[in-house]
């Protein structure tokens, strides 16, 4: 009997063969990508407020010391005890850049849960479409950010992956298994919340044609009551009622940025993945049954959830971050799309070198223009390596309360005196309540009364600092019209109450201007200022 010769594949074992499935090169182009932008600035304020709250809750847990249990519980906008120990714990191991690895690989295994689930309800070509679409989107490269959002995304494909399983496994304890992992991912991430329906409609779409309408019915049901039950547990437990008030129902309608402003973000994060679902979801009303074709034109749709609902609270900010949600289910109608568009090539001994080169040629736009988006984002918060260097050594000998302005997660992240967070005060008011007149009292007073030893000023301009005097804001003698520069500033930063706590600090003889330097970022230019209170020795 002739042995029939073993394929490459086959010599090569298991493990190795797992190496060469595409789904390993659409991992590491994502991780790739995203690793570029790890290093790439300083810490983001939400980053740095997060890491820095970790730090706080795992001293407390471990050595019983104090924590700002009120500021963590009602002002962060996912679960505090979640997320943050998470990201402390690598950023304990990694700095900055550990942290911001762990969500990488959040969102790498996102991907991964994609190309399973996908390949259960279309095809594995499909799949890996689908997963190199998303892999590849700017809401996912940009993710390798040190938040909640990630994790909450890893989670939420979690619970769909298990809906999924329990459709082809008939698995009742996975759909308890769904339930908690979208409530973890909704307690995570407060935002997260605004896909559950997608995912109970997407799993009772998959239970249907498998389990029957009752059955289908039942375990929806099930899912629906399971996560409710277990969100309102977890946050119970946490004490985060507070936050998703304060956070995300009081927040509707705050910001009143344009239309306009949403609807251009959307489609430049997801205009291809849309047009792509869109067509995938025609293509499925004509060539599939109805259950099927229901399916698909569901998910296609679920692109829209997050841009609408960012629509009716007048905001584009996160938007970004919170496509990725939707994007999630987008991708599978678009690669069924793009996979059927493939078949539609005649069949010939080219067919395979040229289905190839297509997706390539498909995905290599979407790869630059992602990556330059999110490099843009990555560089639209200031560099604050200038500020810290000049701000740690300053804080590091200063007694009483420390006021860091804007940049006050900041501060309190890379600065051994974060973990004193009973030293920061966020009470000195830069938009104080009566008329102008009286602001100067009301800093005099503060100056008195509260016993500052460190105040941060950041004045925001219009004018590159980089290309002006660095003392243009800080001494009146440097430039005419300084009062008229100083409250032009304040005004257009919102924060008009700048030039009256600037004349009372230089008026204070207890008060030196220690340390001065750019705080610019790609869309604003800025200047800090730290004023020292003098030793009395």
């Not at 908690?180 to 935002?191: D, F, H, I, K, M």
């Not at 243009?472 to 700048?498: C, F, M, N």
């Amino acid at each position: 009997m002739t042995a029939v010769p073993l394929t490459l594949r086959q010599r090569l074992g298991f493990p190795v063969r797992r190496l060469l499935h595409p789904l390993t090169a659409i991992l590491a182009v994502q991780a790739g990508l995203s690793l570029t932008l790890v290093w790439s600035n300083t810490a983001f304020g939400d980053e740095a407020d997060y890491l820095w709250i970790g730090h706080l809750l795992i001293n407390h847990w471990l050595h019983g010391t104090s924590w700002p249990s009120a500021y963590g519980d009602k002002g962060l906008s996912g679960s505090p005890i979640i997320y943050p120990p998470l990201g402390a714990l690598a950023d304990s191991i990694g700095g900055l850049a550990g942290a911001r690895m762990l969500s990488l690989a959040f969102m790498l295994g996102a991907t991964a849960l994609l190309y399973l689930t996908a390949s259960r309800v279309v095809n594995r070509s499909a799949a890996l479409i689908a997963a190199a679409l998303w892999a590849l989107s700017e809401p996912v490269l940009r993710l390798a950010f040190a938040t909640y959002d990630p994790l909450s995304v890893l989670l939420t494909a979690l619970a769909v992956w298990f809906a999924v399983e329990a459709a082809y496994r008939r698995r009742g304890e996975l759909v308890a298994a769904a339930a908690v992992a979208l409530a973890l991912a909704n307690a995570t991430a407060y935002s997260g919340i605004i896909i559950d329906p997608v995912v109970i409609a997407f799993a009772f779409l998959v239970w249907l044609p498998r389990m029957g309408r009752r059955q289908a019915v039942f375990c929806a049901a099930w899912l629906a009551g399971g996560l409710g039950l277990c969100f309102g547990l977890a946050m119970t437990a946490s004490h985060s009622w507070a936050g998703i008030m304060s956070t995300v129902i009081d927040r509707s309608g705050r910001d009143n940025q344009s239309s306009l402003l949403v609807l251009k973000d959307s489609w430049r994060y997801s205009g291809l993945i849309v047009a792509l679902a869109m067509i995938g979801a025609i293509a499925a009303v004509g060539a599939e049954v109805r259950q099927r074709a229901t399916l698909l034109v569901f998910v296609a749709s679920a692109a829209f959830l997050v841009p609408l609902a960012q629509l009716k609270d007048q905001t584009a900010w996160s938007l970004d971050k919170h496509l990725a949600y939707g994007l999630w289910f987008a991708v599978i109608a678009a690669g069924y799309g793009c996979d059927k568009l493939i078949r539609w090539i005649p069949r010939t001994r080219t067919r395979t070198r040229t289905a190839i080169t297509c997706c390539v040629a498909l995905l290599a736009y979407p790869a630059v223009n992602s990556w330059e988006a999110a490099w843009g984002v990555y560089h639209g918060w200031a560099n604050s390596r200038s500020f810290i260097t000049n701000f740690a050594p300053i804080a590091a000998r200063s007694h009483g309360s420390i006021d860091a302005a804007a940049a006050i997660h900041i501060a309190e992240y890379y600065t051994p005196q974060g973990r004193q967070w009973a030293r920061w005060n966020t009470n000195l008011s830069l938009d104080p309540t009566g008329p102008r007149s009286t602001w100067p009292s009301y800093y005099r007073t503060q100056l008195e009364s509260t016993g500052f030893g460190v105040i941060t000023i950041i004045y925001t301009t219009t004018l590159s600092s980089s290309t002006q005097p660095g003392s243009i804001l800080l001494e009146p003698r440097a430039a005419s019209g300084y009062l008229d520069l100083l409250a032009l500033v304040g005004d257009s930063s919102r924060e008009p109450g700048l030039p009256a706590l600037t004349q009372a600090l230089e008026a204070d003889p207890r008060y030196q201007l220690a340390a001065q330097g750019p705080y610019d970022s790609a869309n604003d230019h800025a200047v800090y200022a730290i004023w020292e209170r003098k030793s009395e020795a």
